[in-house]
């Protein structure tokens, strides 16, 4: 059974940064892409970036690109997301997943494994 618990949200003001945390259980961390995905009040959950088992390749939604950086250290079994230029249109519930293939996938159908989320609040 894998484990995933994303820590690091809170409350930031528009324009300000927050770095999210995502620690995996397990053994098998570095053979897997891993995603963040986040989900506002009364919307879908939507895909905001991943990254792959070694760290060299990265993804992003459009909406973020730029402004977002995702990155890994297998050797401690986390994954980040550092957020810039927040605003308030990010505000959401954040959540790292595991994806089940070996090349990206940016559905949630393709990710087997969820943390319980953070939550950002970004106010203007």
């Known amino acids: 059974q894998v484990q995933l618990v994303e820590s690091g949200g809170g409350l930031v003001q528009a324009g300000g940064s927050l770095r999210l945390s995502c620690a995996a259980s397990?053994?098998?961390?570095?053979?897997?892409?891993m995603g963040w995905f986040r989900q506002a009040p009364e919307k879908e959950r939507e895909f905001v970036a991943a990254?792959?088992?070694?760290?060299?390749?990265?993804y992003y939604s459009d909406s973020v690109k730029g402004r977002f950086t995702i990155s890994r250290d297998n050797a401690k079994n986390t994954v980040y997301l550092q957020m810039n230029s927040l605003k308030p249109e990010d505000t959401a519930v954040y959540y790292c997943?595991?994806?089940?293939?070996?090349?990206?996938?940016?559905?949630?159908?393709?990710?087997?494994?969820w943390g319980q989320g953070t939550q950002v609040t970004v106010s203007s």
């Open positions: 990254i792959s088992r070694g760290g060299g390749a990265r």
């Open positions: 997943a595991r994806n089940t293939y070996p090349v990206v996938k940016v559905t949630t159908d393709a990710y087997d494994y």
């Open positions: 397990g053994r098998t961390f570095s053979s897997y892409v």
